[in-house]
């Protein structure tokens, strides 16, 4: 058997790294709430929808970071109890309500957009302008320091999607209140909002998609179980690959496991050393387990199933290509 956690290329910890991250996801909290407050206040007195859009998703970023950042506390404490893999979920947890939060959102400011498309109110557009340029600076300050954490990490990413849709956001306020401003047409308002709604709806679909492969330990996006089954069926020795799973724990910690059976007299230690080496060196799996036993006689000459496992789950790998018909499993 593989021993778990082998891997010294792909250690579970963010160790000093996730510390940077704290600190870049601070900073960007401290930017947004000072800036939010002030923006709530210019949206009233302006009348614009777009900027208390724009609050709005502000408190939502500022909300997400703060996820993001006790996510990223719990997700770093050690196994134990029935915890065998720590909490390190939580984080996927966070990304998941970043990304349902984005999408509640952009469905608010789609009805309150429509109907201010159909009743424009009074916008004063001076103060859009003021507000989204500054804004925009705000955005550029927090989205790049957000930019420098580990984005690989849904709990990172989810908090960078929000700020990097408010970014989108003030430029769409920004162009919005200029038109006003300049044309008077104060729909141009609730076409910004209904602008932002859009992008929001993007970014947290791409989220909850994300997150939820996780959840249901779908294999890491973009990786192909049947390739990687067929590869280690082709490994020298190597009979039968059946059992094969690969999951993700969390963000960029890939996990797989998998039951190998090999010619009678092979060396299972090499040909596991073998197995682990590929999906390594291939795939950047380096958390593997693996069980490989010898195959039965029967199994070489008849393409019998394996008495270890009389349900195997998924499909079966032969080297030769075969696939043995179910009507020949015990």
């Given at each position: 058997?593989?021993?778990?956690?082998?891997?010294?290329?792909?250690?579970?910890?963010?160790g000093v790294?996730?510390?940077?991250?704290?600190?870049?996801?601070?900073?960007?909290?401290?930017?947004?709430l000072?800036?939010?407050?002030?923006?709530v206040?210019?949206?009233?007195?302006?009348?614009?929808?777009?900027?208390?859009?724009?609050?709005?998703?502000?408190?939502?970023?500022?909300?997400?970071?703060?996820?993001?950042l006790?996510?990223?506390?719990?997700?770093q404490?050690?196994?134990?109890?029935?915890?065998?893999?720590?909490?390190k979920?939580?984080?996927?947890?966070?990304?998941?309500?970043?990304?349902?939060?984005?999408?509640?959102?952009?469905?608010?400011?789609?009805?309150?957009?429509?109907?201010?498309?159909?009743?424009?109110?009074?916008?004063q557009g001076?103060y859009?302008?003021?507000?989204?340029?500054?804004?925009?600076?705000?955005?550029?300050?927090a989205?790049?320091?957000?930019?420098?954490?580990?984005?690989?990490?849904?709990?990172?990413?989810g908090?960078?999607?929000?700020?990097l849709?408010?970014l989108?956001?003030?430029v769409?306020?920004?162009?919005?209140?200029?038109?006003i401003?300049?044309?008077?047409?104060?729909?141009?308002?609730?076409?910004?909002?209904?602008?932002?709604?859009?992008?929001?709806l993007?970014?947290?679909?791409?989220?909850?998609r994300d997150?939820g492969?996780?959840?249901m330990?779908?294999?890491?996006?973009g990786?192909?179980p049947?390739?990687?089954?067929?590869k280690?069926?082709?490994?020298?020795?190597v009979?039968?690959?059946?059992?094969?799973?690969?999951?993700?724990?969390?963000?960029?910690?890939?996990?797989?496991?998998?039951?190998?059976l090999?010619?009678?007299?092979a060396?299972?230690?090499?040909?596991?050393?073998?197995?682990?080496?590929?999906?390594?060196?291939?795939?950047?799996?380096?958390?593997?387990?693996?069980?490989?036993d010898?195959?039965r006689s029967?199994?070489?000459?008849?393409g019998?199933?394996?008495?270890h496992?009389?349900?195997?789950?998924?499909?079966?790998?032969?080297?030769?290509?075969?696939?043995?018909?179910?009507?020949k499993?015990?």
């Open positions: 058997m593989a021993e778990p956690g082998r891997d010294k290329g792909h250690g579970h910890g963010h790294s996730a510390e940077a991250d704290r600190r870049y996801l601070t900073g960007a909290l401290a930017l947004i000072g800036f939010m407050a002030v923006e206040v210019v949206g009233i007195v302006a009348g614009s929808l777009a900027l208390i859009s724009d609050a709005g998703h502000m408190l939502t970023d500022a909300i997400a970071i703060v996820f993001a006790i996510a990223m506390r719990i997700a404490r050690p196994p134990q109890g029935g915890f065998t893999y720590g909490l979920r939580a984080e996927i947890i966070s990304a998941q309500i970043n990304g349902i939060t984005l999408l509640l959102l952009s469905a608010y400011f789609v009805y309150q957009g429509i109907g201010r498309l159909v009743t424009p109110p009074a916008v001076a859009v302008v003021a507000t989204g340029l500054t804004g925009i600076v705000v955005n550029v300050a989205t790049w320091m957000l930019s420098r954490a580990n984005r690989t990490s849904l709990n990172v990413e908090a960078f999607q929000h700020i849709s408010d989108y956001a003030f769409a306020t920004t162009i919005a209140g200029l038109v401003w300049l044309t008077g047409w104060s729909r141009a308002d609730a076409i910004a909002a209904l602008v932002v709604a859009a992008l929001m993007k970014a947290g679909w791409g989220l909850v997150s492969r996780v959840f330990e779908a294999a890491p996006a990786m192909n049947a390739e990687i089954g067929r280690a069926a082709a490994l020298e020795h009979v039968e690959v059946h059992d094969l799973h690969i999951w993700e724990v969390t963000s960029g910690y890939a996990a797989l496991s998998a039951h190998i090999v010619t009678p007299g060396d299972c230690h090499a040909i596991r050393v073998a197995a682990e080496r590929m999906v390594h060196d291939q795939y950047g799996i380096g958390h593997t387990t693996l069980q490989v010898h195959a029967d199994l070489l000459t008849f019998y199933a394996d008495p496992c009389a349900d195997p789950h998924g499909p079966t790998h032969r080297s030769d290509g075969s696939v043995p018909p179910p009507s499993r015990p």
